[in-house]
């Protein structure tokens, strides 16, 4: 209607009905020749699908998140940088943020499941040793492999699919928890179901190599943070690259002030002490424990940051496969880890392992040196039997339950602790 009017400007004799049409925005002397508008040009971004790993699919994680990158609603840090560079391809973890709305951005980890060197080995591992080529079409050459065929056939996933794979997870594994994996598994539309009927080949593929490689997000996946476990909301995958919420590992607060180290290490003994006993009778146990291993949330909460190193023995049903299977290898089994390298026996974890793992590598670097002589002597007593792997008699529960106690009175009730503040003013417990 308006560029109607406007186009009758310059025919328009009468002085009154031209002082109308200005006023109402128009001029007579360009109406007829004003250029088009131009739209905004919204600068890109260059990944490149070997950044991601969308070269390597479908010996990849997955590309439930994919779009989110090439719609930039997943920016990594340098990008908010005026050189809009992405980071080294090198690098094992980086930060980034995440949006739903393009409006509020928060903070996400966008990790490898290994370094860039070990996946660029484990690709030239897997085209030598089966097709004896130096380069080869990966999901070509998987798609061959014994176990490959197996999982193919199979309407369900048990036991004997997954012998030998190097994953902590799977080295005692029992028909619930697999199930549990295949009705939870995230890159796939959810089916409820315990049948593998809803997966593609390429589906099938994507779990067999994400299981090889590192379980990681799959404990996510099947472990969510919304029904209450200690690990980090999973966002998704794209190609080799997985998204979560974002942590500060631990070993950023091994300078913390007295009460800040006494709170994350209530909290790493209550982890624990979960992981251990839960309403799903699975115990959790750790292979390894570093200063990653757990990280902390901004609001103060710690959580299992890597759980690459996590095993899992069903009390309920108990371990579906015998010793003399884990020893099955193929090239699932060797993809990060030496084929020779030996498995834990399941009938040898004790429910103490993994508390002496931490009073050995992570507790002494938090709480040594923090506090006055009569309660840091205490500590560090504790500490020191603790390392040693406490006597037969003194169980895992007890041992915690005494280092919570000289704990407890160290924890301060503020701020600084939103995960638990103002709840913490009015509880008898503080």
Not at 43 to 69: E, W
Not at 127 to 140: I, N, P
Not at 197 to 213: G, N, P
Request: aromatic share 10%.
């Amino acid at each position: 209607m308006g560029r109607w009017i406007c186009c009758l400007c310059s025919r328009v004799a009468d002085p009154l009905m031209l002082l109308l049409l200005l006023a109402l925005g128009c001029n007579p002397c360009t109406a007829a020749t004003a250029p088009p508008s131009v739209p905004h040009v919204k600068p890109s971004y260059s990944f490149g699908r070997t950044f991601l790993g969308l070269d390597k699919c479908n010996a990849c994680i997955g590309t439930s998140i994919c779009k989110k990158f090439f719609k930039e609603e997943i920016r990594f840090d340098t990008w908010l940088s005026s050189h809009l560079k992405l980071p080294p391809s090198s690098l094992l973890s980086y930060s980034g943020n995440y949006t739903d709305d393009a409006k509020s951005w928060r903070l996400v980890d966008i990790t490898r499941l290994t370094s860039k060197y070990q996946h660029d080995r484990a690709d030239k591992r897997i085209c030598t040793s089966l097709l004896k080529t130096k380069t080869c079409s990966l999901e070509r050459a998987l798609r061959r492999t014994q176990r490959f065929q197996k999982w193919l056939r199979a309407k369900r996933l048990t036991p004997d699919l997954v012998q030998g794979l190097s994953s902590p997870m799977l080295r005692c594994p029992s028909q619930r928890l697999l199930d549990r994996i295949v009705r939870r598994y995230a890159e796939v539309p959810d089916a409820g179901s315990i049948y593998m009927d809803h997966l593609t080949d390429r589906d099938k593929l994507r779990l067999l190599y994400t299981l090889a490689v590192n379980s990681h997000p799959i404990l996510l996946q099947i472990f969510p943070n919304v029904e209450g476990w200690p690990f980090p909301r999973y966002l998704g995958s794209c190609g080799r690259l997985v998204v979560s919420a974002s942590t500060r590992p631990l070993r950023d607060f091994f300078g913390a002030a007295p009460e800040v180290a006494a709170d994350l290490a209530l909290q790493l003994l209550a982890v624990l002490r979960s992981m251990a006993t839960n309403d799903l009778n699975y115990f959790f146990y750790f292979t390894h424990v570093d200063a990653g291993t757990f990280g902390v949330f901004s609001n103060g909460h710690l959580f299992i940051r890597d759980a690459s190193t996590l095993g899992i023995i069903d009390k309920e049903e108990g371990s579906q496969l015998i010793d003399g299977q884990q020893e099955y290898k193929d090239i699932f089994s060797c993809l990060t880890v030496d084929c020779q390298s030996a498995f834990v026996s399941c009938d040898s974890i004790r429910e103490k392992h993994s508390l002496v793992m931490v009073c050995q590598d992570l507790l002494p670097k938090l709480l040594t040196g923090k506090f006055l002589l009569p309660v840091q002597e205490k500590i560090d007593a504790f500490l020191q039997r603790c390392a040693r792997g406490l006597s037969d008699e003194h169980g895992a529960n007890e041992a915690m339950a005494e280092l919570a106690e000289i704990l407890k009175p160290l924890r301060s009730c503020d701020s600084r602790f939103a995960y638990r503040y103002p709840d913490c003013r009015y509880s008898d417990k503080f």
